[in-house]
Nanobody, 122 residues
Framework: QVQLQESGPGLVKPSQALSLTCTVS??????????WSWIRQPPGREPEWMGA???????YYNPSLKSRTSISRDTSKNQYTLQLRSVTPEDTAVYYC??????????????WGQGTQVTVSS
């Protein structure tokens, strides 16, 4: 069974960079053809897909966030990381990591982390 766990700071100051790590167990982030995403849900709003890193290391970003977003991975640790730069209070949300298999036509996510609350405040 695949498990995903988000970790990182719960409080970030405006203009700083947010870095979150997703640690994956029970499966390798390099196994074809899975894709590993970051999704966030601000309070009172719908979930927003932020971006993903695929099994082969390719990255994909939501156009509304791509200028501030970077996703990378450490295959030796079976982890992938989100960096969101120049944060504002509007970036306050619960942040999730999740897996899907878009090459098989699966847009839904079969595994999710529990989510981690991130608050942007001075």
């Amino acid at each position: 069974q695949v498990q995903l766990q988000e970790s990182g700071p719960g409080l970030v100051k405006p203009s700083q960079a947010l870095s979150l790590t997703c640690t994956v167990s029970g499966g390798s982030i390099t196994t074809n053809y899975y894709s590993w995403s970051w999704i966030r849900q601000p309070p009172g709003r719908e979930p927003e897909w932020m971006g993903a890193i695929a099994w082969n290391g390719g990255t994909y970003y939501n156009p509304s966030l791509k200028s501030r977003t970077s996703i990378s991975r450490d295959t030796s640790k079976n982890q992938y990381t989100l960096q969101l730069r120049s944060v504002t209070p509007e970036d306050t949300a619960v942040y999730y990591c999740a897996r899907n298999e878009p090459e098989a036509g699966r847009t839904e996510y079969d595994y999710w982390g529990q989510g981690t609350q991130v608050t942007v405040s001075s």
